[in-house]
């Protein structure tokens, strides 16, 4: 079985280790979604570092899909740039770049109106949100293309769709957030079909080699919202539309925490979705102990390991995380003579 260290290739994507730089907002973008230095510099330190794959952050297909006033946009020409001298310094140094895809439906703060699919907010720091119609959800599905459209143009090798914490995806997924009665909302089928709609639209303007990922929470800690037996049914739904890999974490719909957080706990998450739905799986959650990464691809529990906050802490993670393993792993020269 292969280690952490080990290359991983899936459709056209090859990378380097599997090791995922877990998506993390900034909050540090131009208030029209246009990235700054901190973010040429953020995720340019983690490409030195090593990262197989990382992964920008929740990125707005829309303004008012931003779930703050300083996330990064990729709705509009503007935006490409600055994502694209990222993108460019990434793979100089070896690293795939992704970018998480992202609308945050009733958890955004932007100047405009927060939107979802029912006007009903669970959160007392949200506003009570605008019912989408079904013309502008054909439009924010559109949103999604234009952007995943834009990603390509740019040279990201693959994007993820932010489905997780009770954004807009995961509000129509969820019971407790759907509370339509059109053809977007009631039964299983119904609550699927937005994201069906996005993943579709974003297939059609992916190249056919470029994989396309899927961020799910696999429970909502909620007796009446999803839960893993649930969500494992939905991925096999995501699978036919054409998900090539799900990034498994969970929560984020309801303001509860989940009843205990642990080292590796959402690891049954990609464990599960992994073997009942047959697909691809990134394991996500207090993961940067080295010997526990390792333990999750070893046993195949999960194809990828991502890890956020450890690499907020230290850019080198990985390095340190081979040290550990004992496994060679070079830095750019520059660095050499730190090790
Ligand atoms: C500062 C910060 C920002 C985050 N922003 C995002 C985000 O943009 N998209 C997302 O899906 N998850 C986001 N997360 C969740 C992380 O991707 C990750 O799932 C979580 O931190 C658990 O992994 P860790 O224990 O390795 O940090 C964020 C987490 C942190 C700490």
């Known amino acids: 079985m292969a280690g952490l260290f080990d290359p991983y290739t899936i459709k056209g994507l090859s990378l380097k280790n599997r090791i995922m730089m877990s998506p993390m907002c900034q909050y540090q973008a131009n208030t029209d979604g246009t990235v700054t230095d901190w973010h040429f510099v953020h995720y340019g330190a ?11 952050e929740a990125s707005a297909v829309e ?10 946009g990729i709705w509009s020409h503007e935006h490409e740039a600055g994502l694209k001298r990222i993108v460019d310094f990434g793979h100089q140094y070896g690293s795939k770049m992704a ?11 932007t100047d405009e ?11 007392e720091r949200y506003a009570v949100p605008q019912e989408l119609t079904v013309g502008e959800i054909t439009q924010i599905v559109g949103a999604f293309a234009t952007a995943a459209e834009r990603a390509v143009r740019i040279g990201f090798d693959t994007v993820e769709l932010h489905g997780a914490h009770g ?6 997924l969820s019971p407790l957030t759907n509370k339509r009665t059109d053809e977007y909302g009631g039964s299983f089928e119904k609550r699927l079909r937005f994201a069906l709609d996005v993943i579709q639209a974003v297939k059609g303007v992916l190249p056919a080699e470029m994989p396309l990922l899927l961020r799910v929470s696999a429970t909502e800690y909620s007796n009446e919202g999803i839960d893993i037996h649930e969500m494992v049914k939905m991925v096999a739904a995501f699978k036919q539309a054409g998900v090539d890999m799900v990034d498994c974490s969970s929560g984020g719909t309801l303001p509860v925490a989940p009843p ?11 464990d599960a979705i992994k073997q009942g739905a047959d697909i691809p799986t990134i394991a996500v959650g207090l993961l940067d102990t080295p010997a526990l990464a390792e333990e999750v691809v070893r046993n195949n ?5 991502a890890v956020g906050r450890g690499l907020l802490r230290n ?23 730190a090790y």
């Open 301 to 305: 529990r999960a194809d990828l390991v």
């Open 113 to 123: 109106p927060n939107v979802a699919p029912t006007a009903l907010s669970h959160f």
């Open 167 to 172: 954004y807009l995806i995961n509000q129509f």
């Open 63 to 72: 303004a008012r899909g931003r779930i703050s006033r300083h996330d990064i």
């Open 46 to 56: 983690r490409a030195i570092g090593g990262i197989g794959l990382i992964m920008l």
């Open 99 to 109: 970018i998480q895809l992202a609308h945050a439906g009733v958890k955004a703060e």
């Open 260 to 270: 205990a957080i642990y080292p590796g706990y959402q690891v049954q998450f990609a």
């Open 315 to 337: 850019a080198h993670w990985a390095k340190v995380a081979a040290q550990e393993l004992k496994v060679t792993f070079e830095l750019p020269n520059s660095y050499a003579r």
